[in-house]
């Protein structure tokens, strides 16, 4: 099982960070990874770190603005989220795979997803 917290409405150039806790599963044998989707978009992938704390960022638009981690002590991963804008706005779901993390965000890659949390950018 997997539980996404901290979604949430912020103003443009905002941050938040999202916590996503694991239970039911070896937590630190799995790649852990954060997709979004927005309203009429497909659900596209945002970052992942392997069990192995090798990490990828997907879309341009995120690198240098979002940063992914993981506690495997505590079975949670986190996706730390600076300088937001309108275009960030989706429901953010984490997932987990095995070990590594794909080379391209392939939804069948993964395993087990959480029920999603709200994040909204809006003035």
């Known amino acids: 099982q997997l539980v996404e917290s901290g979604g949430g409405s912020v103003q443009p150039g905002g941050s938040l960070r999202l916590s996503c806790e694991a239970s039911g599963f070896t937590f630190d044998i799995y790649a852990m990874g954060w997709f979004r989707q927005a309203p009429g978009k497909e659900r596209e992938g945002v970052s992942c770190?392997?069990?192995?704390?090798?990490?990828?960022y997907y879309p341009d638009s995120v690198k240098g603005r979002f940063t992914i981690s993981r506690d495997n002590a505590n079975s949670k991963v986190y996706l730390q989220m600076n300088s937001l804008n309108s275009e960030d706005t989706a429901v953010y779901y984490c997932?987990?795979?095995?070990?590594?993390?794909?080379?391209?965000?392939?939804?069948?890659?993964?395993?087990?997803w959480g029920q999603g949390t709200q994040v909204t950018v809006s003035s």
């Open positions: 770190i392997s069990s192995s704390d090798e990490v990828t």
């Open positions: 997932a987990a795979g095995p070990l590594a993390c794909p080379l391209v965000p392939d939804i069948a890659w993964f395993d087990y």
